[in-house]
């Protein structure tokens, strides 16, 4: 929508073209030869850059001759710290928590965390994400590294109060001391990052998963969490040993456990959502959860959530990474593959999936009014890919084009809150080549203690 045309130009911040505009609104408009300006990091006018030359006189132009722009990825799900793990535990196990014979997170200082994720936060903001739900132990670091490098992003801690050198080994052991000391790590994190930046970071709790938090723990930071607003975060029917824990603990699933403790609302992002049969399918639909889906996390597992019926029942589908790659472009094809295996037909197709992976994700995280969609009035937070990429064409519909074909590789410039903090491929707030080197040293280490040699 553009606005009314002044009598003389104004002055604005940026304005971004572009050949093709993805704008993703309620009429999912695009545009060609398009234009976006931008004021005080909002959106002030979006339409034909022929009309928006006449209208404003920026401060700074990002040229859009070959470039595709598009709003920014929402990853709903993901920690940046077990990049640690990336390209070992694809082979060796699931879920890292869960999996002997590689790097603990309870090995880990606050200075390893924070050097991986800025690795993780690197990566995300490389492969065209500008929004990122993040936790993890030292959560701080997470905030940190995000802020640094100019990301939106929603942190939180890691609160368990399972022992997790003995799960590790299969055992359940839970402490109320480690359940105090991520409750108090959580606090801590919502204390000092809550809101920084104009909002830019916000913290929100999240219990790890329902087997290695008691039924004590949930309540507890059930209750925090209603004190605080915004989501609740966690890992839910993830794995058969977590099902199997909760049924001898409790006898009930999952997410009956979770319906019981009052958690299961539509103020829940659950990750994985993996092993649910009928009954739980119909308990989460009707509480309007979200699903925060991984495909590339339930294909290198061996199964695939069963979304399409989730989504059927009433709960909404959000896209993530988790762990294994930042590519949320990747994961959106990979959502569609698995579906059409999993249901032998054609269920899902490109647009569906491209609005999981940025309006879709947006509202589910209390921030569709903020991002999501290029509309006047949100925040300019956008991605130009390399439209002369051979990957890009030809662009038919574009859609097509943007979900099986694109790949991270092809974002060249991220603006996030008005600011470009990805150019030419790299960022702009910190050296990427030393985040590498950093990263890796941490790894080499970690994976020492582990038992493996390391060749970087
Ligand atoms: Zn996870």
Redesign the pocket.
Known sequence: MSTQAPASPEPCDLLVTGDTVFTLDAGSRVLKDGAIAVRDGLIVDIGPAAELAVRWTPARTLDGHDRIVMPGLVNV???TPLMITRGMIEDIGF?PMYTPGIPQGHWLTEDDAYALSRLGMYELLRAGCTTVVDYYRYPSSCARAAAELGLRAVIAGRVHDADPAALATGRYEHKTAIGQASLAENAELIARWNGHDGGRIRCDWAPHAPDTCSDDLLREVGRLAEAHGGNVHT?LS?LPLEVEAVQARSGVTPPQLLDKLGLLNDRLIA??CIHMERPDIELCGKAGITVAH?PI?NAKGGRIAPIVELREAGARIALCT??FSGDLIEAMRWAISMQRINRQGNVLDARTVLGWATRDGAEAIGLGDTVGSLEVGKKADLVMLDASAPSLAPLVDGYGVLVHSASGHDVDTVVIDGKVVLAGGKPTLADGAAIARDAQAVARQQWNRAGRDVIG
């Open positions: 799900h993901n920690h879920a890992h993830q990750a994985h991984a996390g988790d762990t």
